[in-house]
């Protein structure tokens, strides 16, 4: 019975097409968090959503488009794609926004742009 | 602003021996630190977490790491390897009330037979 889940787990595309990620968590968890690990296994954060309200947006393209349309969802969508954009997307979850609580990743969904 | 430096991108140890993974944080509010291990194509297991209690934190897997304030570092511990340790390894930090977490930029474990 996963935590938080991610669909696909990989997904590999021609450069300008429009993706998807999807992530779910069924830990009742609050908040929501979309991270970027690029090829030398650096992990950033992206977006956080408490509740289905942005609460973190990093200095993310607008290509990148995060929605919530519950709190146990927070999916993805990336416009145009770019070779840059080659990298492991994770979703995370937390009990709360705070600093002292731990988070719980997904598996994880390889995107490949070609 | 929270910030994290692993002093090692990777480490070798022989099977049986003591594991010691270095960190070193800045921040400017009381820090939470964690660390995570990540498996190959795996994703983000938390080892341990410390979060202003006993400064020498016991986590999974017989790691633990010591929280000293004095030297601003968060080294994780081990005293026997295992093969299946084999993996990368981050130190995190978030200030309190801060939802974001910082990474470290990784190290590497690896375990020789």
């Known amino acids: 019975d996963t935590a938080v889940s991610q669909t696909p787990k990989y997904l590999v595309t021609q450069m300008g097409n429009d993706k998807s990620i999807k992530c779910e968590q069924n830990l009742g968890h609050d908040t929501m968090y979309w991270y970027k690990q690029d090829s030398k296994k650096f992990l950033k954060i992206m977006f956080s959503y408490n509740n289905k309200e942005l609460i973190i947006n990093e200095t993310v393209p607008n290509r990148f488009s995060p929605k919530s349309p519950d709190k146990a969802h927070l999916n993805l969508h990336i416009n145009s794609l770019e070779l840059g954009d080659s990298a492991v997307y994770f979703c995370?979850?937390?009990?709360?926004?705070?600093?002292?609580?731990?988070?719980?990743f997904g598996p994880g969904t390889r995107l490949t742009v070609t | 602003a929270q910030s994290v430096t692993q002093l090692d991108s990777h480490v070798s140890v022989s099977e049986g021996t003591p594991v010691l993974l270095r960190c070193n944080y800045s921040s400017s509010y009381s820090p939470s630190l964690f660390w995570y291990v990540q498996h190959p194509n795996k994703g983000l297991q938390l080892l341990l977490k410390?979060?202003?209690?006993?400064?020498l934190v016991k986590g999974i897997n017989g790691f633990e790491a010591e929280f000293k304030k004095s030297e601003t570092s968060f080294h994780l511990t081990k005293p026997s390897a295992h093969m299946s340790d084999a993996a990368e390894y981050f130190c995190?930090?978030?200030?309190?009330?801060?939802?974001?977490?910082?990474f470290g930029q990784g190290t590497r474990l690896t375990i020789n037979p």
């Open positions: 995370a979850s937390s009990q709360e926004g705070g600093g002292g609580h731990e988070q719980y």
């Open positions: 995190v930090v978030s200030g309190w009330g801060a939802q974001k977490l910082v």
């Open positions: 410390y979060t202003s209690a006993a400064t």
